[in-house]
């Protein structure tokens, strides 16, 4: 079974930062693009940024300047460094990736447990 599981989460003042970890854990072929999404109180989730294996990346244009996706391949994980942090990011960062399992021959989405990000003003 493929776990991710996600770190780094807190409460911070605006314009502090904050540096999210994610590991896919598991019988893992292969991993393809990993990403960040979030999901504030009665708001539906977007996402946040994704990087491809190659290393291609997409962020949301709220993020843009201020946050920064990463990855080490080899580690199967996914980093999100978040700089000048604002009250409107608060929200749960879920981890997202998509693997191929080595018991199956097609890839799928998995998603962490979230983990809470508050900035205060």
């Known amino acids: 079974q493929v776990q991710l599981v996600e770190s780094g989460g807190g409460l911070v003042q605006a314009g502090g930062s904050l540096r999210l970890s994610c590991a896919a854990s598991?019988?893992?072929?292969?991993?393809?693009?990993m990403g960040w999404y979030r999901q504030a109180p009665g708001k539906q989730r977007e996402l946040v940024a994704t990087m491809q294996r190659a290393g291609n990346t997409n962020y949301a244009d709220s993020v843009k300047g201020r946050f920064t996706i990463s990855r080490d391949n080899a580690k199967n994980t996914v980093y999100l460094q978040m700089n000048r942090l604002e009250p409107e990011d608060t929200a749960a960062y879920y981890c997202n990736a998509n693997v191929r399992p080595c018991y199956s021959t097609a890839p799928r989405d998995y998603w962490g447990q979230g983990t809470q990000v508050t900035v205060s003003s």
């Open positions: 598991g019988r893992i072929c292969s991993t393809n693009v």
